[in-house]
T-cell receptor, first 114, second 108 residues
Framework: KAGVTQTPRYLIKTRGQQVTLSCSPI?????VSWYQQTPGQGLQFLFE???????NKGNFPGRFSGRQFSNSRSEMNVSTLELGDSALYLC?????????????FGNGTRLTVT | KNEVEQSPQNLTAQEGEFITINCSYS?????LHWLQQHPGGGIVSLFM???GKKKHGRLIATINIQEKHSSLHITASHPRDSAVYIC??????????FGEGTQLTVNP
């Protein structure tokens, strides 16, 4: 079974631009959650999607958004990029709700904002 | 004070030693995860537990809900166990909150 796939692996953007990251979950998994990891703040929860609906959102500004498609693939978008958005963005998939199932992580997208 | 506290922050051990990493949390939770992160960023889920104890190979995880505390033990440690170990709790609202991680280095 293929694992969680995140694309692209690396991305360099300029302040003010926007970016879209993609996450393909394990086949059959319906929950996709997103996380930001920085040296200063560690790992932080961004949001979780289940059956195309956002179930939960972390404490991030509205510039961070996401969506999930009918095939469970998910995208997250960051608009008006700031230097502080430079981070490793990870997604994880699980069979059911975040609270009920083990997580399977992708390898992440490393975003650098210059 | 962080909702999830891990100790120690850094740990260096000799191959074969028994290792314990601790996680304390301050909120009510429905589940606790132990994660392993290798250089390069990939994260592997080691355990998800809500009570008692789980074992997988040389790894053992325990949780005491009343004391709001969990431990991850590694028996007969090996250099390939070198990684960052992260505790994460699933509190009300189904949001994962992470500890700062424990950097483990096992020397041959």
């Amino acid at each position: 079974k293929a694992g969680v796939t995140q694309t692209p692996r690396y991305l360099i953007k300029t302040r003010g631009q926007q970016v879209t990251l993609s996450c393909s979950p394990i086949s059959g998994h319906r929950s996709v959650s997103w996380y930001q990891q920085t040296p200063g703040q560690g790992l932080q929860f961004l949001f979780e999607y289940f059956s195309e609906t956002q179930r939960n959102k972390g404490n991030f500004p509205g510039r961070f958004s996401g969506r999930q498609f009918s095939n469970s693939r998910s995208e997250m978008n960051v608009s008006t990029l700031e230097l502080g958005d430079s981070a490793l963005y990870l997604c994880a998939s699980s069979l059911a709700f975040l609270s009920n199932s083990p997580l399977h992580f992708g390898n992440g997208t490393r975003l650098t904002v210059t | 004070k962080n909702e999830v506290e891990q100790s120690p922050q850094n740990l260096t051990a000799q191959e074969g030693e028994f290792i314990t990493i601790n996680c304390s949390y301050s909120v009510g939770i429905s589940a606790l995860h132990w994660l392993q992160q290798h250089p390069g960023g990939g994260i592997v889920s080691l355990f998800m537990l809500s009570s008692g104890k789980k074992k997988h190979g040389r790894l053992i995880a325990t949780i005491n809900i009343q004391e709001k505390h969990s431990s991850l033990h590694i028996t007969a440690s090996h250099p390939r166990d070198s990684a960052v170990y992260i505790c994460a709790v699933l509190a009300s609202g189904s949001r994962l909150t992470f500890g700062e991680g424990t950097q483990l280095t096992v020397n041959p």
